[in-house]
């Protein structure tokens, strides 16, 4: 049994012999390794800063939105535990999962783009994909990130980037308590919600 990175995939080899109940078990917990092992490396290379991430915010814009989306503020969390990513477009304010800070930089700035989309389109309908897919790897990314939650057996409500105007200290550092409800409650991953009105926080 083994597991390695290959790429952008991990790759997990298990003899042909086992059962589908101690396949699932073994590469569930071949493919932790291999993250937390990537999570060690990540910490010893030195956590991104706040000023960094602000920067390479900028840089996304510039890039690919045309300098359009111009956040007052971008910084980490500890506790978003159940969203990658938040959006509060009144305040110009961003906040990413602190579990993001393992993961590929292109990763990373997917989410980036896809909170400084909600800068220009508080939604998730056509308007703001039109400007998420400007990002190259937005759908690479996308597949990462489910693949990511499914190997870790993370709650589904992770994979849907919802947002609720209903709720704004939800996920929100203040709060103390990470959101547990979603503006999409059939559970899918990545579909798109709408509202009437502009929401005062976005979640994703």
């Known amino acids: 049994m083994s597991a390695y990175r290959s790429g952008e995939s991990i790759v997990v080899l298990v003899p042909a012999r086992l059962s589908r109940a101690d396949e699932a078990r073994l590469v569930a917990d071949l493919v932790d390794k291999i993250i937390s092992r990537e999570r060690g490396e990540s910490s010893r290379r030195g956590r991104p800063t706040d000023q960094r991430l602000a920067e390479r915010a900028r840089a996304l814009s510039r890039a690919h939105l045309d300098g359009r989306a111009s956040p007052d503020s971008v910084r980490w969390v500890r ?13 110009g304010s961003i906040r990413l999962s602190h579990r993001l800070q393992s993961m590929p930089d292109w990763v990373i700035d997917y989410v ?55 709720d704004p200290a939800s996920d929100d550092p203040a709060s103390g308590d990470p959101a547990s409800g979603d503006a999409s409650s059939d559970g899918a991953a990545f ?12 979640l994703f």
């Open 112 to 166: 980036l783009v896809h909170e400084l989309c909600h800068l220009l389109e508080p939604g998730h309908g056509p308007r703001f994909w039109s400007w998420a897919n400007r990002y190259p790897r937005t759908e690479r990314a996308r597949g990462y990130l489910e693949g990511f939650a499914i190997a870790g057996q993370l709650p589904a409500d992770l994979l849907s980037p919802g947002w609720s105007s209903d």
């Open 191 to 202: 579909s798109d919600a709408s509202s009437d009105g502009p929401a005062s926080d976005v």
């Open 79 to 91: 506790n978003m535990n159940q969203r990658w990513g938040s959006c509060t477009p009144a305040e």
